[in-house]
């Protein structure tokens, strides 16, 4: 079993930058490919980006790209989640993700991910 846990939320303005974290545990998380998803009220759960285990492969939803970074020191360290040019529409519930290896194509969707930390609440004012 592999546990995560996110933290790094909170409450921003517009334009602000956080980031967030997920520290892994348990199981063989440090082969997993790790993602981070939201999830704001009323709507579907939405990929926002992954990283592969060893941290050389990154990919994002093009709403985030230049704004979003995803990145882990090495296959055993917490993935982050710089998060900066804050907007409104950015306010969700984040989640962090564990994928084994698989196709890229396949981290883009919420059925690839095995394990699933609790969320770290992200809110933007205006």
């Known amino acids: 079993q592999v546990q995560l846990v996110e933290s790094g939320g909170g409450l921003v303005q517009v334009g602000g930058s956080l980031r967030l974290s997920c520290a892994a545990s348990?199981?063989?998380?440090?082969?997993?490919?790790l993602g981070w998803f939201r999830q704001a009220p009323g709507k579907e759960r939405e990929f926002v980006a992954a990283?592969?285990?060893?941290?050389?492969?990154?990919y994002y939803v093009d709403s985030v790209k230049g704004r979003f970074t995803i990145s882990r020191d090495n296959a055993k360290s917490p993935v982050y989640l710089q998060i900066n040019s804050l907007k409104p529409e950015d306010t969700a519930v984040y989640y962090c993700?564990?994928?084994?290896?698989?196709?890229?194509?396949?981290?883009?969707?919420?059925?690839?991910?095995?394990?699933w930390g609790q969320g770290t609440q992200v809110t933007v004012s205006s």
């Open positions: 990283i592969t285990w060893s941290g050389g492969t990154t």
């Open positions: 993700a564990a994928s084994p290896p698989r196709p890229f194509e396949r981290y883009f969707s919420t059925a690839s991910y095995d394990y």
């Open positions: 348990g199981g063989t998380y440090s082969t997993y490919a």
